[in-house]
């Protein structure tokens, strides 16, 4: 005779473990609708934008997600995969994913990914995983350099959202590897293909990082000596040209990170650098601040002021070297019965 019981409880899936890459994030489209969206979402964060939130609420509703859209969705037009109708992040990360996922051929464990703001969400991949009997997850963040504005934000979103399950899986989340060796040498042969593939040597590689207001590196957050590190071990790996830190996509008036990454690209060609190598360390993905923001605003910007040469080396995107990467980082963390 059957267990009243056993027969009422649902089937629950049980005994997997799931691994969830996240990125940063990105509009649906292009349209002025869906990049308003995805700038309200992520200037919202009090981590990204610490400053009082009433305040904030005031200026970000009543001006900036006013103006700002129209100039954000014509950058996104310049880089937009087109023929797909993609953005270069989300198409990257997608590929990151399986391929990695092909690495780890443990039927008991599922790859995915989620973005940090905007689709897909952290929150529909949690519960996706867990729903398909993910016992253990294990998150990493697509961020080589620790930020509160980057790391922490996607552990403030994994929190949030396990609070409010009621059957919760494990968790482990993946630390910055800003030092990770593999991290590193995937840099430098990213440098040499590109050097192989131009007719002329760098001046300079200027090794551009994403800023964060000085305010937040005086109260503590390590981001700065992190990415100056990712500098100094590529310095001592790769010789041949001399490399230098910069820091790029400020926003308000405060001061940054410096040097500007902008503002160095104008002094330059004055400084007799005029032939420019540009790399982008702390991006995991080509997107609107790599493709858009350096490779045409930061080389229009160069050339004008009397540059010669500029290229830009693509992000590790989704090359064999960052897909071995991701491998070893996960998989350090993945414990398999």
Avoid at 105 to 119: E, H, L, P, S, W
Avoid at 254 to 270: G, H, N, S, V
Avoid at 274 to 280: A, E, H, R, T, V
Avoid at 307 to 327: A, M, R, S, W
Wanted: net charge positive; glycine share 4%; with cysteine.
């Amino acid at each position: 005779m059957k267990n009243n019981l056993t027969e009422q409880h649902p089937i629950v899936k049980y005994g997997k473990t799931g691994i969830l890459l996240v990125n940063l994030g990105t509009p649906d489209s292009t349209s002025w609708w869906d990049v308003r969206k995805y700038l309200k979402e992520f200037l919202s964060d009090r981590r990204v934008i610490e400053v009082n939130p009433i305040l904030w609420k005031i200026i970000l509703n009543c001006f900036i997600l006013t103006l700002r859209p129209s100039k954000s969705a014509h950058a996104y037009k310049q880089i937009w995969m087109k023929e797909i109708n993609e953005s270069p992040l989300r198409y990257y990360t997608n590929l990151q994913t399986t391929k990695l996922r092909k690495k780890i051929t443990n039927k008991n464990v599922i790859v995915d990914f989620a973005m940090r703001y905007g689709n897909p969400s952290i929150k529909s991949k949690l519960t996706l995983l867990k729903n398909n009997g993910c016992e253990n997850i294990i998150v990493l963040p697509l961020y080589p350099q620790y930020a509160a504005a980057t790391t922490a934000t996607v552990c403030d979103e994994v929190y949030r959202n396990l609070m409010k399950m009621r059957w919760q899986p494990s968790l482990q989340i993946i630390p910055h590897y800003e030092s990770e060796p593999l991290y590193i040498d995937a840099l430098i042969n990213s440098i040499k293909r590109k050097m192989s593939e131009i007719k002329w040597k760098p001046d300079l590689i200027i090794a551009s990082y994403h800023g964060i207001p000085k305010e937040y590196f005086d109260k503590g957050d390590p981001y700065q000596c992190y990415c100056q590190k990712t500098t100094r071990l590529m310095k001592e790996k790769f010789k041949d040209v001399l490399i230098e830190t910069t820091f790029q996509s400020r926003f308000g008036p405060r001061e940054w990170l410096k040097p500007y990454t902008d503002k160095t690209l104008e002094a330059l060609p004055q400084k007799g650098k005029k032939n420019i190598l540009m790399i982008s360390p702390g991006f995991s993905s080509d997107c609107v601040e790599t493709l858009e923001e350096l490779n045409i605003q930061g080389k229009e910007s160069f050339m004008k002021n009397g540059g010669i040469n500029f290229d830009y080396v693509p992000c590790l995107n989704d090359n064999e070297d960052h897909i071995n990467l991701l491998n070893k980082l996960v998989k350090d963390y993945l414990i398999l019965k």
